[in-house]
């Protein structure tokens, strides 16, 4: 790892702690130094992450490291079915079991029969080697190989989430507006958000939805799954704008066989229009006499700045500006990677115009941070309440910090 200014791109690990820690009834022990854990579950709270997995850290000291001790894993799992009787105990390894070469799984193999009553269930990729969105991509992968249960189809029409997890800027948010466009609709309700607001019981139930919806590209590969195994249909998507969000419930219906409910969708799009007819004209005005004042830069996960920037520029008809994602895999020709020296230097020259990025970057260019649509962040979370980016009423929420920041000089 180089030397950086600002928090690189997280580890493996922490794309899979920030997967497994919002699963209830689940308890999760990490082999490793006690202060990971410690810094962990601070920055989950400040996500907003409080009623979620139960975190542990085994502790480590030299003499474990030097001579391959693993004696503290088995107290520490003592410990945890004492206090807390979980279903599944997560298990996952830090930077140095892993430099070391300490097999976790073979471990859980071996310790699996002195604890009959839990399902130990180890993870991989804690070293820096891998970066949080593999990370995130194969945990939720692992998670639906391993715990959904054979079952029938609801009687009634399900859905599953997959891929809203806690390292995504307004997760809880964006999930309930989700869950609302899906039940007014449709009619239907969630089996499992997985894995932002759902437990144990609701991932071993997953194979009982009729759809599953996938709201990042990580989740695709645990969406194929389920689709070999329970013959599952996906979209892969995030609803972004009016007419975003129009088409993404057009292809629920497509695949679902139930057609969207006129009467809400209507209303639904009447209400949204009603609230922007105020500045639509102004945006028009805008694009037209000072289209440098409207032109939308972009930096965050790049489903996120995709969906925003069709939203904008196809919709709105903003110019587009700058804009970047913040994983070396995930760049495009249209959407690039920038690393650190890259998007500082865009937010430095960046003058005029609508911006919006990570907490950290808009805080250190003394930017507006209510333009923030991605991590890391710099506030507390405390509650889920704060408006969704997606869906109809993201739509409203992004035009109105749009409206506020247009014409400001930087």
């Not at 850290?57 to 001790?69: F, N, Y």
Request: net charge negative.
């Amino acid at each position: 790892m180089g030397l950086h200014r600002f928090k690189p791109v997280p580890s493996g690990r922490m794309g899979t702690l920030w997967t497994l820690a919002t699963i209830k009834g689940a308890a999760l022990v990490e082999f490793g130094c006690m202060g990971h854990m410690l810094y962990s579950g601070v920055t989950l709270k400040r996500a907003g992450v409080h009623d979620g997995c139960k975190l542990y850290s085994t502790h480590i000291d030299e003499a474990d490291i030097a001579l391959g001790g693993t004696g503290r894993l088995n107290h520490t799992l003592d410990h945890v079915l004492k206090q807390d009787r979980p279903r599944v105990i997560f298990l996952l390894p830090s930077a140095i079991p892993e430099v070391i070469g300490t097999d976790l799984p073979a471990l859980c193999e071996e310790l699996q029969g002195d604890y009959p009553d839990v399902r130990l269930l180890p993870f991989g990729y804690g070293g820096f080697a891998v970066n949080q969105h593999r990370g995130i991509q194969e945990a939720l992968l692992l998670l639906a190989k391993t715990l959904p249960v054979t079952i029938e189809k609801t009687e009634r029409p399900t859905f599953n989430i997959i891929g809203s997890c806690a390292d995504l800027f307004r997760f809880q948010a964006d999930a309930g507006e989700i869950l609302r466009l899906m039940e007014g609709a449709f009619g239907m309700k969630a089996v499992c958000v997985m894995t932002s607001h759902t437990s144990v019981e609701e991932i071993e139930s997953m194979g009982s939805a009729h759809i599953n919806l996938v709201l990042r590209r990580e989740g695709e590969p645990a969406a194929r799954h389920l689709q070999k195994r329970f013959g599952t249909p996906y979209l892969l998507g995030r609803p972004y704008g009016l007419e975003g969000t129009r088409l993404w419930l057009e292809q629920i219906a497509q695949l679902s066989g139930i057609p969207v409910d006129a009467a809400f969708l209507n209303q639904e799009r009447q209400t949204a229009r009603s609230q922007l007819a105020p500045v639509i004209p102004h945006f028009r005005h805008i694009t037209r006499s000072h289209p440098e004042e409207a032109m939308l830069s972009l930096g965050g996960h790049a489903d996120v700045v995709k969906g925003i920037l069709e939203f904008g520029c196809k919709e709105l008809s903003l110019p587009q500006g700058t804009c970047w994602c913040d994983c070396p895999e995930m760049g495009s020709e249209e959407i690039p990677y920038f690393g650190e020296d890259q998007w500082s230097q865009v937010i430095g020259e960046h003058k005029k115009g609508l911006l919006m990025a990570s907490g950290e970057a808009l805080e250190w260019a003394g930017r507006n941070g209510d333009m923030q649509i991605a991590n890391p962040d710099t506030k507390w979370r405390l509650h889920p309440y704060d408006p969704p980016l997606v869906g109809f009423r993201g739509a409203v929420h992004l035009v109105n910090l749009w409206s506020n920041e247009d014409g400001d000089d930087h």
